[in-house]
């Protein structure tokens, strides 16, 4: 099994920047995609980026395109996101996730999650 600990968040003002961080650790070799997920209370939880484990595939939902980058160390089994141009909308738990299956946009395709960390954007 993976276990995936996220860190990195907390309060930053519109147009701030933060970088969540993600540590992986287990059977860290059979995963095959990362993704970030967010859910803000009273809303279902909505997918943020993905990466694929190797190679260069990369995708982001359309609210975050051009702001969040998603980046992984493989040899440090770490995945990361930066954010930048945060707006008060960011405002959620992010979650990271590992798939065995595949990678992409769907919360279904994710076997392993980590616990969430904070990420406020207030004024």
């Known amino acids: 099994q993976v276990q995936l600990v996220e860190s990195g968040g907390g309060l930053v003002q519109p147009g701030g920047s933060l970088r969540l961080s993600c540590q992986a650790s287990g059977r860290t070799f059979s995963a095959v995609g990362m993704g970030w997920f967010r859910q803000a209370p009273g809303k279902e939880r909505e997918f943020v980026a993905a990466i694929r484990w190797t190679g260069t595939y990369t995708h982001y939902a359309d609210s975050v395109k051009g702001r969040f980058t998603i980046s992984r160390d493989n040899a440090k089994n770490t995945l990361f996101l930066q954010m930048n141009s945060l707006k008060p909308e960011d405002t959620a738990v992010y979650y990271c996730?590992?798939?065995?299956?595949?990678?992409?946009?769907?919360?279904?395709?994710?076997?392993?999650w980590g616990q969430g960390t904070q990420v406020t954007v207030s004024s």
């Open positions: 996730a590992a798939s065995v299956v595949s990678v992409g946009s769907s919360s279904h395709l994710y076997q392993y």
